[in-house]
């Protein structure tokens, strides 16, 4: 594969991962469980709320490793600052919608479901060479 294509598929594949990371977690954060807060909404909605934003980012992890050859991990390590960078501009901004362990908690799950599909596909026996 030249060169020019390889940096053709890092790019879209973090731009269909990203897009896909902001869909899915907007559906299982506003959608799915209504504007889930730690402050008004119950113990058993944030674990399921949490659970959900795991899944969503185990899946666009996954899409994305399946865009790009297995060896490439551009597009998950692009996706990951791009999540630190979100959590740098909450703290900055005070953007906070519960406690700072809590919003902490919830971007590093991004980034470990992220990594989690990564694997997955890895292993996927149809996943491209």
Not at 98 to 127: C, D, N, R, V
């Amino acid at each position: 594969m030249s060169s020019k294509n390889r940096v053709l598929l890092t790019a879209t594949a973090t731009l269909i991962g990203a897009l896909s990371l902001i869909l899915y977690t907007t559906l299982s954060r506003d959608v799915l469980f209504d504007n889930v807060s730690y402050c008004t909404s119950s113990s058993g909605t944030l674990l399921l709320s949490g659970m959900a934003v795991l899944l969503s980012s185990v899946v666009s992890g996954f899409l994305s490793s399946l865009i790009v050859v297995r060896d490439n991990n551009w597009p998950h390590v692009l996706i990951s600052f791009l999540i630190v960078g979100k959590m740098g501009f909450l703290v900055l901004c005070g953007e906070w919608s519960g406690p700072f362990w809590f919003e902490t908690g919830q971007h590093l799950s991004l980034i470990a479901g992220l990594w989690l599909g990564s694997l997955g596909a890895a292993k996927f026996p149809l996943a491209p060479m």
